[in-house]
C-alpha cells in the first residue's frame, strides 16, 4: 500500500510541477496584457535644404572678402590682375542695397623707397586706382574713402626686396 501511496503522490506532484512550468512559459497571455517593445532607429539630423545660387555666391563671396590687401609692383598704381578679382568680391558686397550704408577706406602704401612726398602722392595714387575699380563694379564713390600712408606704415620693418613687395600695397579697411 505504501508503493501505491507513494505512486499517487508522485502522480500529484508531476501534475502539479507540469501545471506550474506550463503557467511560466504561457507568452501569449503576457503578450496580450503588456505592450509590444519596439526598437527605433537612432534620430538622424534632418537634411538642410539645397543652397540657392545667390547663397553658394554669398558663400564664396565671404571667402573672397577675407583677403583685404591688393599688390602693386614697384613705381606703378596699376591692379594687378589678382587685385582685380579680389576687388570684384568687395565691390559685389559693397553694391548691395543691404550695405549701402557701409563705408570702405582704401589705404595706399609705398616701401621706403622714394622721397616721402613721392611716396605721399603714389600711395594716394595707388588708394584711388583701388577705389576706381570698386566704382566700376557698382559702389558708390559715397562708401568710399580714401588714404595715402605712403612709407610711414610698413607692412614689414626689413629693408630688402621681400619687405617692399608687402609694404606696396592698397589695404581695404572697412569703417565700423
Not at 6 to 19: D, E, I, P, Q, Y
Not at 25 to 39: F, G, H, L, Y
Not at 56 to 65: F, I, K, S
Amino acid at each position: 500500500m505504501s508503493i501505491n501511496k507513494l505512486g499517487k503522490g508522485l502522480v500529484v506532484l508531476a501534475s502539479a510541477t507540469f501545471l506550474f512550468a506550463c503557467a511560466g512559459s504561457d507568452d501569449s497571455s503576457q503578450q496580450d496584457s503588456t505592450p509590444a517593445v519596439e526598437t527605433t532607429a537612432p534620430p538622424v539630423a534632418p537634411t538642410p535644404p539645397p543652397k540657392t545660387p545667390e547663397q553658394l555666391a554669398q558663400e564664396a563671396n565671404d571667402a573672397a572678402r577675407q583677403a583685404r590687401i591688393v599688390y602693386f609692383d614697384f613705381d606703378d598704381d596699376t591692379v594687378k590682375p589678382e587685385g582685380r578679382t579680389l576687388l570684384e568680391a568687395h565691390a559685389w558686397f559693397l553694391s548691395k542695397p543691404e550695405n549701402a550704408n557701409v563705408v570702405v577706406e582704401v589705404q595706399g602704401h609705398c616701401d621706403e623707397r622714394g622721397t616721402p612726398a613721392y611716396n605721399l602722392a603714389l600711395g594716394e595714387s595707388r588708394a584711388k586706382a583701388v577705389a576706381q575699380i570698386l566704382m566700376l563694379n557698382g559702389v558708390q564713390a559715397s562708401q568710399i574713402k580714401t588714404v595715402s600712408h605712403g612709407e610711414e606704415k610698413p607692412a614689414n620693418p626689413g629693408h630688402d626686396e621681400s619687405a617692399w613687395e608687402e609694404n606696396r600695397r592698397g589695404v581695404l579697411a572697412y569703417e565700423g
